[in-house]
């Protein structure tokens, strides 16, 4: 089992900044490829971003591209989301997921077992 907690959300303007954890217990974190997802009202679930392993590699949503940026420290067992320049449209339900997927890192929720409360990300403009 795993369990996430994320933390950071809350209410913005838009062009300001974000930082969203993640913070996850139960098993080692080194051995989870993790992602980032969000929710808007009334939307279907999205993939913002996700990283492998070690964290070397990466992938964004192209709406997120350039503005945002996934991280994590193993050694802390916390993921992270840079989130610059945000947009209205940004306004969201932001989840962390986890995957045991050994191939990839994939952006489909259905790859994911493991998925946080959410933390509410609000940007006025």
């Known amino acids: 089992q795993v369990q996430l907690v994320e933390s950071g959300g809350g209410l913005v303007q838009a062009g300001d900044s974000l930082r969203l954890s993640c913070a996850a217990s139960g098993r080692t974190f080194s051995s989870l490829t993790m992602g980032w997802f969000r929710q808007a009202p009334g939307k279907e679930r999205e993939f913002v971003a996700a990283?492998?392993?070690?964290?070397?590699?990466?992938r964004y949503a192209d709406s997120v591209k350039g503005r945002f940026t996934i991280s994590r420290d193993n050694a802390k067992n916390t993921m992270y989301l840079q989130m610059n320049s945000l947009k209205p449209e940004d306004t969201a339900v932001y989840y962390c997921?986890?995957?045991?997927?050994?191939?990839?890192?994939?952006?489909?929720?259905?790859?994911?077992?493991?998925w946080g409360q959410g933390t509410q990300v609000t940007v006025s403009s």
């Open positions: 990283l492998n392993r070690s964290g070397g590699y990466t």
């Open positions: 997921a986890a995957s045991t997927s050994l191939v990839g890192v994939p952006n489909i929720s259905a790859q994911y077992r493991y």
